[in-house]
């Protein structure tokens, strides 16, 4: 059934004993692989120890990170995608190396000419190149926004990154329509559309011990759900909801923020909770709640905890 499926859990044993039972189930081709994204290679190795200890049988399973599933599935739903991207870091540094010498010169370039006024062998070039390359990579992910608005006209006098704009720009205008933040675009409209290419999607896809994943990531499989099968496998410590809790440190910075009275505490509702999912859970409660932002089936499966410590 196509939807997104949330399977929650404090034992990651039990976890694998709901993905073993999930697997059990055929697939509609009997040779399609089953695939389930991880975000490591040991947590690879121990889900298909785990899928054959259970299942009897570990086979014709892949295990790609995020990026290479979104990759994929970019891929197969949008014909006639270049493969690799004009926009991967490795071919980006070549290409934004060729705009600043070919802008060389011009009123938003003259920072980057004064940092390149002693590079003869063009050492310092590419290793700004590489940089700028690296940033652009992380900016489609994390501020996808920010891409969006550079795009839609020339960047103000005052846009604090303007120098990166003009680049940024030039290069879509020599590739329009690559990049990821407009490859999520394109997935969306096909997917609202119900176009012939979304045929090529495998059935299911399974997210298995996967701590964190930002917005950007958990937009495209929340798109993907409504015309395949989505499992997230999350850990989560606590049965009761936690994600409103705040850590010592945090309730230092409202302090000197706001002021130092426990009127203030009281009235913004701080709420202390347990220490250590405080402060050490900042990550998971993020993503918690990401995930309570989407429609989801939700399953949980909590162990009591032995002993009384």
Not at 90 to 96: A, D, G, M, P
Not at 133 to 156: K, S
Not at 159 to 178: D, F, K, S, T
């Amino acid at each position: 059934m196509t939807g997104l499926h949330l399977f929650t859990s404090n034992r990651m044993e039990l976890l694998a004993e709901q993905l073993a039972a999930l697997v059990r189930q055929p697939l509609a081709f009997s040779l399609a692989p089953e695939i389930i994204v991880v975000q490591s290679r040991g947590m690879e190795r121990w889900v298909s120890m785990e899928l054959a200890r259970i299942n009897g049988i570990c086979a014709n399973t892949q295990f790609p990170f995020p990026n290479a599933f979104m990759e994929m599935a970019f891929e197969a739903a949008l014909p006639g995608l270049s493969m690799p991207s004009p926009f991967e870091p490795s071919v980006l540094t070549f290409r934004i190396m060729g705009l600043i010498r070919e802008h060389s010169g011009e009123p938003g370039f003259k920072p980057l000419d004064d940092f390149l006024e002693e590079d003869p062998r063009g050492v310092k070039r590419f290793q700004l190149s590489r940089k700028i390359a690296d940033l652009f990579d992380q900016y489609l992910i994390f501020r996808p926004e920010m891409i969006e608005r550079w795009e839609q006209g020339p960047p103000a006098d005052t846009e604090p990154h303007r120098g990166q704009a003009l680049i940024w720009r030039e290069l879509v205008r020599l590739a329009p329509g690559l990049h990821r933040v407009e490859q999520r675009r394109r997935l969306g409209h096909a997917i609202r559309t119900g176009a012939t290419g979304l045929d090529a999607l495998p059935q299911r896809v399974s997210l298995f011990g996967v701590s964190y994943l930002h917005r950007f990531h958990l937009e495209v499989f929340a798109g993907l759900s409504q015309v395949m099968e989505v499992h997230v496998f999350c850990m989560n410590p606590c049965r009761e909801y936690w994600a409103d809790i705040v850590s010592e440190r945090e309730v230092y910075k409202v302090h000197r923020r706001i002021g130092d009275s426990d009127a203030v505490e009281n009235s913004l509702h701080l709420e202390r909770g347990h220490r250590l999912l405080a402060s050490l859970g900042a990550q998971g409660r993020y993503f918690l709640n990401l995930l309570a932002e989407v429609p989801a089936y939700q399953t949980e499966a909590f162990a009591e905890p032995a002993g009384a410590s």
